[in-house]
Nanobody, 124 residues
Framework: QVQLVESGGGLVQPGGSLRLSCAAS?????????MGWFRQGPGKERVLVAA????????YYEDSVKGRFTISRDNPRNTVYLQMNSLKPEDTAVYYC????????????????WGQGTQVTVSS
């Protein structure tokens, strides 16, 4: 069974940057599956903010993060990243890494393995 561990969250001022990392272990098939970053803000539903196809060729971004966030993956290292720039207070949320059961999807129901989440707080 795959384990996903996020890191890189924290407190940052508006306009700042953070880089989230998600390391996968326990699975030899990391490079075969799409990966995604979700977030859940206070009192809000969990939503997909970025996804990346198994090879990294295709990516998806939720409208509010386009041009500010970049998702990438390093398959030999079983790691996926989320570079977050120009952060805004509304980006405050717990960010979750997830692995899909297919090579490309943006449907939340296809993401079946989840990390514990990392808190990102954007505040002055």
């Amino acid at each position: 069974q795959v384990q996903l561990v996020e890191s890189g969250g924290g407190l940052v001022q508006p306009g700042g940057s953070l880089r989230l990392s998600c390391a996968a272990s326990g699975s030899i098939f990391f490079s075969r599956y799409a990966m995604g970053w979700f977030r859940q803000g206070p009192g809000k539903e969990r939503v997909l903010v970025a996804a990346i196809e198994f090879s990294g060729r295709y990516v998806y971004y939720e409208d509010s993060v386009k041009g500010r966030f970049t998702i990438s993956r390093d398959n030999p290292r079983n790691t996926v990243y989320l570079q977050m720039n120009s952060l805004k207070p509304e980006d405050t949320a717990v960010y979750y890494c997830a692995m899909a059961r297919t090579d490309w999807t943006i449907s939340q129901r296809d993401f079946t393995s989840w990390g514990q989440g990392t808190q990102v707080t954007v505040s002055s």
